[in-house]
Structures are given as structure tokens and as C-alpha cells.
């Protein structure tokens, strides 16, 4: 190519600038970025104190975005048109909530790494609270009290919502349908504690008063698991395409055997996930295990014989009733807290997988 060529080439080609009428890329992130480096200015000469634990990392985002949005629509207003200028600023305004949004989960997660990982160690997760009255111990015995009875509570949970939420799509029809509709609906709002009151009352009829079991918690957390999971499972069986439940009619085959071989393959994944959200949803109640399984310091794994201990009632019973010295206590509860967050993230990480692996697989000619 000549250079008389390359010459009218580059004198043809737009060039991205102020003068154009479109901000560069570049120049919303620059903006941000100077105008939250203002902001943080400002609130470090603000802060008297001079501690860095006392600076005011909220205030300093806020008022960076108020900062950004009254920058953006200026310049935007001035260097493009006045529907760039509100759309950028839409666009700001939804990246902040979404920020917004974020912020306390960010908050929460740092807070409890921060405290739990002091108390992370092995003694942690190979020792009870037998015998210890202060420092030391550890919390094996909550570890597989909360995973027994979670366990309980998806085996009794999943099953009966599942076969109600195929119930409610393939055969439910008329008012009885409806009415379980209904009561999955109240069942969805009723209170933790209501579950775990339910249950008490109930083996305190059948068994007698005080009664403490683990299958006793792991009713209470079925009670909340399932509507749950009959609410998802059912949009998720909804959602398969009645092509293929025709075709296989079409061949003749029964409709249960077409639920079995066409639809809930078709869903497993959905359904997968929404049986997680449910474990994820009741895995950290606190008020239901309090009434029905108890505390005890010491590991117990028979769900039918005497309390047991969970994470949930662990981390609260050591931060509410703390010894000395109080550290060790609270320093048990961080830990706690910090496990069930983990377990709750391999669980939902592990159904991923699972869900993956027993998707239906697409095949191309």
C-alpha cells in the first residue's frame, strides 16, 4: 500500500474523541476513578482521628457515586447529546445499586474470614467441647450434628416435594390442585420457629415433654425445605417443551415412564439447583434446632437417641453465653459461622457439578 494510500485511509477513519460526539471508553472509567480518588481525599482529611480503622469506606463510595453521576451528566451533556448523557447516567444509577447490593455481602463475608480464620485450625475440626470450659476445643460434634440432620432433612424433603411438583404439572387439576397451591404458598412464609414449635408439640404428645432428637430437627427443617422445593421444581417441569412429552406418547409409552425418562432428566439440573437453594435455605436456622435437637458438648450421631449438637445452635449458644476468657468463645462462634458459610459453598458448588454431569446432552449432526 502506497503512501498516498495509507494517508486518505487514515484521514477517512473516525477518530474516537471528545469532538465527535462519543466519550472514549476510557473516559467513564477514568471519571470513576477520579472522582472516587477525590472522595477518598476528602473523607481522609475529614477523618480528625488519623486511624485508618476509622475511615468511612461507605461514605467515601457514596459520595464518590453522587460525585460520578453530577461529573457524568455534565460532561456527557456537553461532549455527546442529551440521550447519551441520561443513559449514562441509567447506567450509573444501576451500577450502584448493584454495588449497593453487594456491599453488605462483601461486608459480612470479610467480617466473618477475619474472625472465623483465627479458631480455623485442626484442633477445631478433630475435638468436641467435652470436658473444656475455656479456651481450646472444637466444634466436630456441630459439624456432624448440622450435617446429619440436613441430611435427614433432604431425604425426607425432596421426594415429597418433587412428586408434589409433578403432581401439580402433569396430573393436578381442579380444586385439589389448587388448595395444595395454596397451602405450598402459606407453608412458603410460615416462621422458622413456628416449624420447630410444630414439631416439639407434636413428639411432646407422642413421646413426652422435653423430648430432644435429631430427627426431630431434621422434621422441622423438612417442614421449610419443602415448599421450597415444590416451588421449583414446579417452574423448572413447567418449562420443558410438551414436544417432547408428545413424542413420547406418540410411541406409546405410559405417561409415568415418560416422566421418568423424558421430563426429569429434561429438568435434573433446575432441580438440582433448587434443592440446594432449599439445603442452603434451612442448613443455617437456628431457632427450629434450638427447640427440637438441643446442645450437647459432646459428638453424638444417633438422630434418634438424645440431643445433638449443630453449627447454627453452636455459634449461637457460644456468642450468646460466652465464658472466660470471652475471646475463646467468640472466637468458636467466627469459626462456626465461617464452616457453615464453606459447607454451604461445597454443597452448592458439588450440585453444580452434579447438575452438569447429568444434564442432557445436545448432540449435532
Known sequence: MSATTTATARATTPRVSLTTGR???????????????VSCVLFAFLNTSGDVA?????????????LYLVAIAVISSIAETRRHAVDRIMTALVAGAFVIALLPLVSLLYTVIVNGVQRFDPEFFSFSMRNIAGEGGGAVHAIWGTLLVTLGATIISVPIGLMTSIYLVEYGRGRLAKAITFLVDVMTGIPSIVAGLFIYSVFALLVGPGTRMGIMGSLALSVLMIPVVVRGSEELLRIVPNELREASYALGVPKWLTIMKVVLPTAIAGITTS????????????????LTVGIVPNLNVNMFDGQMATLPVFAYMQAKYPGIPPEAFFDRAWAAALTLIVIVMVLNLGARVIAKVFAPKMTGR
Do not use: C, H, K
Open 275 to 290: 434443592v440446594m437453594l432449599a439445603i442452603s435455605r434451612v442448613i443455617g436456622e437456628t431457632a427450629p434446632l434450638l
Open 23 to 37: 466519550l472514549p471508553r476510557w473516559a467513564p472509567w477514568a471519571l470513576l476513578g477520579f472522582v472516587l480518588f
Open 54 to 66: 476509622d475511615f468511612n469506606i461507605v461514605g467515601a463510595l457514596v459520595v464518590g457515586m453522587l
